[in-house]
């Protein structure tokens, strides 16, 4: 079954007050996998965008949140540059996580030469790649 974003994001939003924590409508629960992931790509596309511009195929973008969904509760951010990510961003991550999407996680890989380790981000603790 082929799920179109604008539908499900219609349904999701249609006559619900905005969260508090990220000033986005709520209605869970949402029934499939597929439509968690679609509704968390784009809070935190909203949320990323707030600190940088999200860029897939231009150098001078900040990250890329990575927009094809390859299965499982995780997303993928990645930074290209050094400055984009601080503990502003991850504890805006964090929220967006807390708030409806417990099971969840966010892999945060630096590919912006500065050699920092990767990270895993859940709604209550970062975990970071040795």
Same mark, same amino acid.
């Given at each position: 079954?082929? #799920?179109?974003?604008?539908? %499900?994001?219609?349904? +999701? ?25 679609? $509704? ?21 973008? /900040?990250?890329?949140? %990575?927009? &094809?969904?390859?299965?499982?509760? +995780?997303?993928? $951010? ?14 805006? $991550?964090?929220? %967006? ?5 417990? &099971?969840?996680?966010? +892999? %945060?890989?630096?590919? /912006? ?7 895993? #981000? +859940?709604? /209550?603790?970062? $975990?970071?790649?040795?």
């Amino acid at each position: 079954m082929r #799920i179109h974003t604008r539908e %499900v994001l219609e349904g +999701y939003t249609k006559g619900f007050q905005p969260d508090a924590a990220t000033s986005l409508p709520r209605k869970l629960p949402m029934t499939t996998r597929e439509e968690q992931w679609l $509704v968390l790509h784009n809070e935190l596309l909203n949320a990323l965008s707030r600190f940088g511009e999200n860029s897939p195929s231009d150098p001078q973008g /900040d990250y890329w949140l %990575v927009d &094809d969904d390859w299965g499982g509760h +995780y997303h993928k $951010v990645c930074v290209a540059h050094p400055r984009f990510w601080s503990n502003e961003v991850e504890q805006q $991550v964090r929220a %967006v996580l807390a708030s409806s999407f417990k &099971d969840w996680g966010v +892999y %945060v890989v630096f590919e /912006d030469g500065s050699g920092r380790p990767g990270l895993i #981000i +859940y709604g /209550d603790r970062t $975990v970071t790649e040795r």
